[in-house]
């Protein structure tokens, strides 16, 4: 039993280079959600999605892109990376509005 | 706005010594209070959902409880094996259902 599993674990990259980290959930949760965490800040919102197909943002969506064509991938591309982005982005599930499920992490770095 | 407030930023106590997490919340809109546990370098696990004040949860030396206008996560004869950062987050439901995440504290037991 998988659950939710985030790829990669660990990225550098340069500014202005393109990005995608990878969110995989094998529960077919309708919920999948993109949050990025930094000191001081706690975990933000950058996007949600309640479906295939319907994604929406959050607190902090500037930079960013997400797609969800299939229910268990949802996918955050960072179009031209920014010193700024450098985080600990997390992804999360959830069958309902309520209680989310997350993923390891992805720790990124943008030099 | 939307606000979750956890105190106190860290704690250091000895194994063995009961003690307790605060989280105050804004109460207008509020459908859910959360709690989660994080271990470094992993994604935040699940701990807790509290519905409506007076209601209680308990699982091993852990017991959140919910009041009008904050929530409780009592540690009660604390391990070793309980140190991490515990994070609190509302649901103010709404088109997105995010969670909004307080900053987290830094729980530490010696033993």
């Known amino acids: 039993d998988a659950g939710i599993t985030q790829s990669p674990r660990y990225k550098i990259t340069e500014t202005g280079r393109q990005v995608t980290l990878m969110c995989h959930q094998t529960w077919s949760h309708s919920y999948m959600f993109w949050y990025r965490q930094d000191l001081g800040h706690g975990l933000r919102l950058i996007y949600y999605?309640?479906?295939?197909?319907?994604?929406d943002k959050g607190e902090v969506p500037d930079g960013y892109v997400v797609s969800r064509s299939k229910t268990e991938n949802f996918p955050l591309t960072l179009e031209s990376a920014t010193r700024s982005q450098t985080s600990v982005y997390f992804c999360a599930s959830s069958e309902s509005r309520y209680t989310q499920y997350f993923g390891p992490g992805t720790r990124l770095t943008v030099l | 706005e939307d606000q979750v407030t956890q105190s106190p930023e860290a704690l250091r106590l000895q194994e063995g010594e009961s003690s307790s997490l605060n989280c105050s919340y804004t109460v207008s809109g509020l459908r859910g209070l959360f709690w989660y546990r994080q271990d470094p370098g992993k994604g935040p696990e699940f701990l807790f959902t509290l519905y409506s004040a007076g209601e209680e949860k308990e699982k091993e030396r852990l017991k959140a409880t919910l009041t009008k206008k904050e929530s409780f996560l009592h540690i009660t004869a604390p391990k070793p094996e309980d140190s991490a950062t515990y994070l609190c987050a509302g649901n103010y439901g709404g088109s997105q259902g995010n969670l909004i995440f307080g900053k987290g504290t830094k729980l530490s037991v010696k033993p």
């Open positions: 999605s309640a479906a295939a197909d319907i994604t």
